[in-house]
Structure formats: C-alpha cells, structure tokens
C-alpha cells in the first residue's frame, strides 16, 4: 500500500439531463485515465454504482475499460430511499468508493472525486493529483485540505460536489 497512491473515483450512473452522450463522455474520461496512469500520474480507477448500472454498462462491455487500465467496479442494490434530492444514494456509492480505496490502495491515498457524465481534461487532472494537501499548524478539523472547483461565501460548507479531491483519510470524516 502506498500513500502517494492517486485514485480517480466515479460515483453514480451513467446519466445525464445536460451531457448528450453520457456514455461516451465516460469512455474517453476512461482512455485518458490510462494515459494518466502510463505516465505515472495515477494509480488506478474506481467506479462505485448500482447494481442495475454494472449489469448494463460493465457485464455488456459498452463501458470501453481500456486494457491495462486499474479499473474496479463496486455496485451495490438500489435504496428503497434515495433521501431529498438523492443524498442517501450519492453518499452510498461515494462511502463504497472511499472505503475501497482506503483498502486496496492506502488510507492516506489522494482521491478525485468525478461523475460518470462529468469530463475533466487530463492536464487539468494533473494540476489537482498534485496539488500540495498538507495542512500546517495545529488547530485542524480535517487532516488534509480540500480541492474544490467552487463554494459560496455566503453558506458555509456549500460546496461543489460533483468534481472535489482530497485525501482518504478526511473523505471518511
């Protein structure tokens, strides 16, 4: 297991209201990923969904996982309650894939977080993987810092969720 160990996570379904071809935003975020990973830049790949998602994207193998390519699925049963406005199910598959990578990578592993439909370019991948996370000083809530593209001043801890990273150990908290 290794600490510098930098994990690309993808939480959820392969859906989107305003990306036309999810899919195939998903196939290419995947051939880059194993660029990334061929230079060194990442250490593999995880997608935590639902059951339902992996039967129809992974088992008919129109998810295109590159060969070569440290790619897990993890899926679990759909909940009978998803919670207001599907928080019980992100935080589902979103714990399944912290905990995945705490075991089979590090618990001080860097994690970005990322969905399915949301594409990132690779340099800009790069950028954050190597973002210093270290805090210094003493009074600390979080282990680690927190990358995110956006917050609000005005609410405190509203943050954008879809795309943040961080490291294992504070994503448990």
């Not at 088992?59 to 759909?78: A, D, E, M, V, W």
């Not at 805090?135 to 954008?160: C, Q, R, S, V």
């Amino acid at each position: 297991m290794n600490a510098d160990s930098k994990i690309l996570l993808f939480t959820g379904q392969v859906k989107s209201k305003e990306v036309v071809n999810p899919l195939a935003v998903f196939n290419k975020s995947l051939e880059d990923a194993l660029a990334l990973q061929n230079s060194g830049e990442l250490n593999g790949v995880i997608w935590s969904t639902w059951e339902h998602e992996e039967e129809e994207f992974v088992k008919t193998k129109l998810l295109q996982i590159p060969r070569g390519l440290n790619f897990t699925c993890i899926s679990q049963p759909s909940l009978e309650d998803n919670g207001l406005g599907n928080i019980k199910a992100q935080m589902s598959t979103f714990k399944s894939g912290v905990c995945l990578a705490s075991e089979a990578y590090s618990e001080d592993c860097l994690i970005l977080k990322s969905r399915p439909d949301g594409y990132i370019k690779p340099d800009f991948i790069k950028k954050v993987l190597n973002f210093d996370y270290s805090l210094h000083g003493d009074a600390k809530i979080l282990p680690h810092k927190i990358w995110t593209p956006w917050f609000n001043m005005l609410k405190p801890f509203y943050l954008e969720d879809s795309f943040f990273a961080s490291k294992a150990s504070g994503d448990r908290k």
